[in-house]
């Protein structure tokens, strides 16, 4: 329900007073209501007596009704009528006041922002100098203290006026009259529909005599309800005091920088002169002064003429000039106006006046917690008195801030950009920092400031009006994620060559086949290339490995895992699963990643990112914060895995020129558009995770061709890094932040399923698919290569004989042309110089050709050739060695060897 500022209770007229009989006069019941109610003061009770100053009100209220027909029956029953139907009391009610932000710093609140609709901060008793007090009673109601809530003496002054004026005067309002009034104005201002809105508070403002019975009435049953001191209070937090700002205690802030309860006696006589006539006689211009000081002086000589203030004081007080204590401090509202955390002030703000669910994220209780629908949140919050305490840690909102400045400067004029940073809390999902390099405001003018913006590009579209950032290949991450989740490792081979050509059959997207699209040719960014480890391949971001570990997976599935983990388009709508989102072309939001991030530092463990720790409603009742809401999409073994890679790529690969080195166990991953006109950094700890993005807010300007004119390095080598590095530095100094070891990734998270490719050589390709398969390989004909192997024999494969290769893989089969082989002539009987010229007329090296040398024995005849390896007629290769066993020496020499005499065997 929504928070009344009031509330009227009422009754029939026959609660009140008897019944009239016909044949009694209207103003005679009447004015015996009004005698029970009002009491007569001073030397007008000795005039008129208790029965006349009963028949005198009932008098003064029928002819309030219309001078004009003050005296006729017509108007005597007219008057019965409105004033029997009117409620019987109103009731005091907490007002319109500021709402206040919190955000921590070493572990202690900090208010960083306040927002209003109406400048208002109630204060109690205690908190209000009797100077005040006694000045309002004095200049606005100096029989407050002997009144029932209408005075009639000067209500009888106010008739007069009427009558000599032919309409209602606001005359003769006591200060519990005005202060009904102004809580009616406030009830009417809180309604939600507008035309109901405008009817109410015409009514509360309006000079129509009913207005004028209801405030007598409710005053006097007000007087009844409540003590003078909480009538007195409640008037002093409630009335108006120049522009949009109510009740003492903003007003002494705003034009004395002081207290309510710290007033001299001169402020507090101008600040109760302002309530006369606020636009002509507040303190918001020196040009209004004089007019203030005319009437505050008129209050101070009637403080003097109460007793409340000796003569010494009062003169004092007269020749004090107004400039002398106007220190003026003009009220900040909004998170524009924010001392620091501009962004989670806005944040917190959306979040909390929320209509709708965006995409993944659904209303938060502590939403429903401020009302069941958006008009009842929005009616609450905008009575305000709220006391908001974010998670926001300004240690690291500011370092953050400070190198955003730096690394990414607002007033760069070569094109529009942006930066972020979000750092969330592990195992919470805690928001520590919400930072961008645009300042917020939102202010209409600041829209043609281009260092200023309206826009949170940290956050998702309903909370802060940007539609999200391509993450490059920080999306890599939810793929390694699910590669692991379905039994492949990280340290399976995959092709990571550059370029590849890619089929739609070559993918699988049961979700959605249509987003496969056509076929297309990719590169990797970088010169790295060939077969390489799954976790080589994080290391290196190299986009082919991951689109051919893609060729093996569930597109559909990548997309469930990604979600499963917090990722999701920063308008809502579902991930993409066309083959190039593996490479990061969804749109999200910087804390989506970061909430990503930290569900490897977490072991797995997914917790929403949420920022607001509790809230305190005006009551000082502890409403809840955002309620921590995590799963596990991961399992322990999988994030270790995960964090294994993002690790080596911290330690060595893309994110090193992030990582702060001291010691902490970090991982990371970068992340790149296709032309550079984005980039990334994440990376966790087990304490907390950070995502960075740098890029064009509009258009697509390479980041890569240009460099920052502070600190004259490339936008894209360094920016990111060195906003990640500040963070994260400053955080790991911090005990409750300093993460400890990731989880040691399993054999089976590190192995994966994988085999060894079998020797094919000498195979026909029908029997090397068979093995293949039986191996759960994928054959893939390489074609004809050089070989000596017979024509069409399988000659080579890759990956290699011998080589370990992840179950699913393809290996290539290449055959024999043939070309390397040649036919072993016949040389036997042939002399061995006849047997050479004949070797190498085949086709064989000569260098290659060897002897063996027998003894030459009767029958033989010397430098023969006796046998040949290869033997006549066999297929060798061209570079096969040739060995001749030829007819030597009869007689052995001395090592026994039957080697012909120099000469004596020409080759």
Not at 51 to 62: K, N, Y
Request: proline share 6%; aromatic share 6%; charged share 15%.
């Amino acid at each position: 329900m929504v928070r009344p500022a009031v509330r009227i209770q009422g009754r029939c007229a026959h609660d009140l007073t008897p019944r009239l009989r016909e044949s009694e006069p209207a103003s005679r019941t009447l004015a015996s209501v009004i005698a029970k109610n009002v009491r007569p003061s001073g030397g007008f009770a000795g005039l008129v007596g208790v029965v006349g100053l009963g028949i005198l009100a009932g008098v003064l209220v029928t002819t309030m009704i219309t001078p004009a027909l003050a005296t006729t029956s017509v108007a005597a029953k007219s008057t019965i009528g409105v004033f029997e139907n009117l409620p019987d009391f109103i009731q005091l009610g907490t007002q319109s006041q500021q709402n206040q932000f919190y955000a921590n710093r070493d572990g202690q609140p900090v208010l960083i922002a306040t927002t209003f609709k109406e400048n208002r901060k109630e204060v109690k008793w205690d908190e209000v100098s009797p100077l005040l007090t006694q000045a309002v009673v004095a200049g606005e109601d100096r029989r407050f203290y002997q009144h029932g809530g209408v005075d009639v003496s000067s209500l009888a002054r106010a008739v007069i006026g009427n009558l000599s004026s032919g309409s209602v005067q606001s005359g003769g309002s006591t200060l519990d009259m005005q202060l009904v009034k102004n809580i009616l104005v406030n009830q009417a201002a809180a309604i939600a529909d507008p035309a109901k809105r405008k009817i109410a508070l015409d009514q509360a403002k309006g000079q129509k005599i009913d207005r004028k019975l209801k405030e007598m009435k409710l005053a006097i049953g007000l007087d009844k309800k409540y003590t003078k001191q909480e009538i007195l209070l409640g008037y002093l937090n409630i009335v108006g005091m120049g522009s949009n700002t109510y009740g003492v205690e903003s007003a002494a802030q705003q034009y004395f920088s002081v207290s309510a309860k710290d007033v001299t006696l001169p402020q507090a006589a101008s600040l109760i002169a302002i309530v006369q006539q606020p636009n002509l006689q507040s303190l918001d211009d020196p040009k209004k002064y004089p007019a203030n000081k005319l009437r505050r002086d008129q209050i101070l000589d009637a403080m003097l003429s109460l007793k409340y203030i000796d003569q010494k004081q009062h003169d004092d007080a007269i020749a004090t000039t107004i400039e002398s204590y106007v220190k003026l401090s003009p009220p900040i509202s909004g998170c524009r106006s924010a001392t620091d955390a501009k962004l989670a002030c806005d944040y917190v703000s959306k979040l909390i006046t929320a209509t709708t669910a965006a995409g993944a994220l659904g209303l938060p209780p502590m939403v429903l917690a401020l009302g069941a629908t958006p008009a009842e949140r929005k009616a609450n919050f905008d009575q305000g008195g709220y006391k908001i305490y974010t998670s926001i840690d300004l240690n690291l909102q500011d370092a953050a801030q400070a190198a955003l400045d730096v690394q990414a400067p607002a007033n760069e004029s070569r094109f529009q950009l942006g930066a972020t940073a979000n750092t969330v809390e592990v195992g919470t999902g805690r928001i520590l920092v919400m930072a961008q390099n645009k300042a917020f405001d939102d202010a209409p003018e600041a829209a043609k400031d281009p260092t200023k913006t309206a826009v949170n590009f940290t956050s998702d579209y309903p909370y802060g009006g940007s539609t999200g950032f391509e993450t490059g290949s920080t999306y890599k991450v939810f793929d390694l994620a699910n590669w692991l989740q379905n039994g492949h490792g990280l340290n399976d081979l995959v092709d990571g060559r550059s370029p590849q050509n890619y089929l739609p059959s070559d993918f699988t997207a049961p979700c959605d086949p249509a987003q496969i699209g056509g076929p297309f040719k990719l590169k990797n960014d970088s010169g790295a290339g060939g077969n390489m480890t799954v976790k080589q391949a994080l290391i290196g971001s190299v986009n082919n490995a991951f689109m051919r570990m893609a060729t093996k997976q569930d597109l559909c599935s990548i997309r469930d895992t990604a979600a499963s983990m917090g990722a999701h388009l920063a308008t809502g709508k579902e991930l993409k699963v066309n083959p190039n989102s593996i490479l990061g072309n969804n749109p999200q939001a910087p804390l989506t990643m970061a909430g990503a991030a930290a569900t490897i530092g977490g072991s797995g463990l997914h917790c929403d990112p949420i920022i607001v720790d509790k809230i305190v409603d005006p009551a000082g009742k502890e409403l809840p914060g955002q309620t921590k809401t995590c799963s596990q999409p991961l399992t322990a073994d999988v994030a270790a895995g995960v964090a294994n890679a993002m690790v080596g790529s911290m330690t060595s690969g893309t994110s090193r020129l992030g990582n702060p080195n001291d010691k902490i166990p970090i991982g990371g991953k970068t992340g790149t558009s296709d032309v550079a006109d984005h980039v990334w950094i994440m990376g966790t700890t087990t304490k907390i995770a950070t995502a960075v993005w740098t890029g064009n807010i509009v258009g697509h300007q390479s980041l890569r061709k240009l460099s920052n004119p502070i600190t004259k390095q490339n936008y894209a080598s360094y920016a990111r890094f060195n906003v990640f590095r500040a963070i994260m530095k400053l955080a790991d100094t911090n005990p409750a932040y300093k993460g400890g070891a990731f989880g040691v990734p399993s054999a089976t998270v590190l192995g994966g399923s994988s085999a060894i490719v079998p020797a094919l050589a000498g195979q026909t390709p029908a029997q090397a698919k068979s093995l293949l398969e039986s191996l759960q390989f994928v054959y893939v004909d390489g074609g004809p290569v050089p070989s000596a192997l017979p024509v069409g024999r399988v000659a080579s494969t890759d990956p290699a004989t011998g080589t370990k290769t992840p179950t699913g893989a393809s290996v290539t089969v290449y055959t024999s042309d043939g070309s390397l082989s040649t036919v072993m002539p016949n040389v036997i009987g042939m002399t061995r110089q006849a047997a050479n010229a004949a070797i190498t007329s085949s086709g064989f090296n000569p260098g290659n050709v060897t002897y063996t040398w027998v003894q030459a024995t009767p029958g033989t005849t010397v430098c023969t050739v006796q046998d040949s390896t290869p033997a006549a007629n066999a297929t060798a290769a061209k570079s096969d060695p040739v060995t001749l066993t030829v007819v030597g020496a009869a007689t052995a020499d001395s090592n026994g060897h039957y080697d012909p005499a120099p000469g004596a065997c020409p080759q």
